[in-house]
T-cell receptor, first 115, second 115 residues
Framework: NAGVTQTPKFQVLKTGQSMTLQCAQDMNHEYMSWYRQDPGMGLRLIHYSVGAGITDQGEVPNGYNVSRSTTEDFPLRLLSAAPSQTSVYFC??????FGEGGELFFGEGSRLTVL | AQSVAQPEDQVNVAEGNPLTVKCTYSVSGNPYLFWYVQYPNRGLQFLLKYITGDNLVKGSYGFEAEFNKSQTSFHLKKPSALVSDSALYFCAVRDMRVRTRQLTFGSGTQLTVLP
């Protein structure tokens, strides 16, 4: 059972570079999301998707893009990296956004450092 | 707006003693409430949730949580702590009334169980 798989686990970027964090899930979940985790701030939602072809912004979307061409994949793109984007990024999925299936399944995280 | 507060950044407890990790929330409607645990360098793992029904919810690894509507609290408890329970714990809330409202996480509480 792979669950939610994120790559890469670690990445160092220079300011202004772009990159894509990959996320894939094999549980046929409709809902997928990206969070960033910063010390003392908990997890903040960046973008989410409720199904293929549907994405929406979360709490902190600036500087990030997403797309959802398949149910399985939900990549997060950093357009022009800034030091403020240094963080640990988590992808999460859920069978449904509401009701009994609403708990999230998380990937192992991607630690990004922007110099 | 919905919010969640974890008033203690750090909780220390001796092995074998009961533990409590506090969480209070604010929503306009009725809440969905969740607890997640994060071990070092790992993603978050679901522990338990409250949707409706009994105010005492039982979850994984012997943890339970008590929903108190009048105090807007959802404290995590365990009767006898283990050293292996040492981890970062997150409370999260979603407002049932607003279908598009996403999950809001607290800032986390570091639990250390001392041998």
């Amino acid at each position: 059972n792979a669950g939610v798989t994120q790559t890469p686990k670690f990445q160092v970027l220079k300011t202004g570079q772009s990159m894509t964090l990959q996320c894939a899930q094999d549980m046929n979940h409709e809902y997928m999301s990206w969070y960033r985790q910063d010390p003392g701030m908990g997890l903040r939602l960046i973008h989410y998707s409720v199904g293929a072809g549907i994405t929406d912004q979360g709490e902190v979307p600036n500087g990030y893009n997403v797309s959802r061409s398949t149910t399985e994949d939900f990549p997060l793109r950093l357009l022009s990296a800034a030091p403020s984007q240094t963080s640990v990024y988590f992808c999460a999925s859920s069978y449904s956004l509401f009701g009994e299936g609403g708990e999230l399944f998380f990937g192992e995280g991607s630690r990004l450092t922007v110099l | 707006a919905q919010s969640v507060a974890q008033p203690e950044d750090q909780v220390n407890v001796a092995e074998g003693n009961p533990l409590t990790v506090k969480c209070t929330y604010s929503v306009s409607g009725n809440p969905y409430l969740f607890w997640y645990v994060q071990y070092p360098n790992r993603g978050l793992q679901f522990l338990l949730k409250y949707i409706t029904g009994d105010n005492l919810v039982k979850g994984s690894y012997g943890f339970e949580a008590e929903f108190n509507k009048s105090q807007t609290s959802f404290h995590l408890k365990k009767p006898s702590a283990l050293v292996s329970d040492s981890a970062l714990y997150f409370c999260a809330v979603r407002d049932m009334r607003v279908r598009t409202r996403q999950l809001t996480f607290g800032s986390g509480t570091q639990l250390t169980v001392l041998p």
